[in-house]
């Protein structure tokens, strides 16, 4: 939750973000404790649910190894790098988006074995024919779909300067 309220000051707004991830965070435990889940997909590189997972099996989304392929871009004291290794460790499963993700996660840990991490891209792709008709007007159409916030972390500005001269047509 480190981005949110971001474009926001106000007098405890660090004590505020803080209660409402330690609300989340027991809200999860509790959850975890009291009912019996097929699956487990935490949604960042957090490992304050192990202890409570009994015997849910969970499952790893590798977006990138940015953290350990360019260590010198951020902080000494980031510890994303030793939470996603003893992650990746414990996962029954792991979402790699790309090949080139899961070849970055045997090479940083190569005791991974290689069967249970499943590559997934984000998106889609169809082939001619495979389309129902009611979706049809959607390729007739120009369409840009931008994941992510609008800030310099995600290339919000690179995409919009790229892509003017092309929304313009």
Request: cysteine-free.
């Amino acid at each position: 939750m480190k981005n949110f309220l971001d474009n926001y000051n106000f007098k405890g707004k660090n004590l505020f973000i803080e209660k409402i991830n330690q609300y989340s965070y027991e809200y999860v435990k509790k959850s975890l404790k009291k009912n019996k889940y097929d699956i487990f997909i935490p949604t960042y590189f957090d490992d304050y649910y192990l202890n409570y997972l009994n015997n849910t099996p969970f499952v790893l989304t590798v977006h990138d190894m940015i953290n350990e392929l360019y260590p010198n871009y951020f902080a000494s004291t980031d510890n994303i790098p030793f939470i996603k290794k003893k992650l990746i460790q414990k996962a029954n499963k792991i979402i790699a988006v790309s090949e080139n993700t899961k070849i970055d996660i045997l090479k940083f840990y190569p005791d991974t074995d290689p069967n249970l991490i499943e590559v997934i891209y984000h998106g889609f792709s169809m082939e001619i024919g495979e389309i129902d008709n009611k979706y049809q007007h959607i390729l007739d159409t120009k369409y840009i779909l931008f994941i992510g916030n609008r800030t310099t972390y995600k290339n919000f500005i690179w995409l919009i300067y790229t892509i003017s001269e092309w929304v313009k047509d």
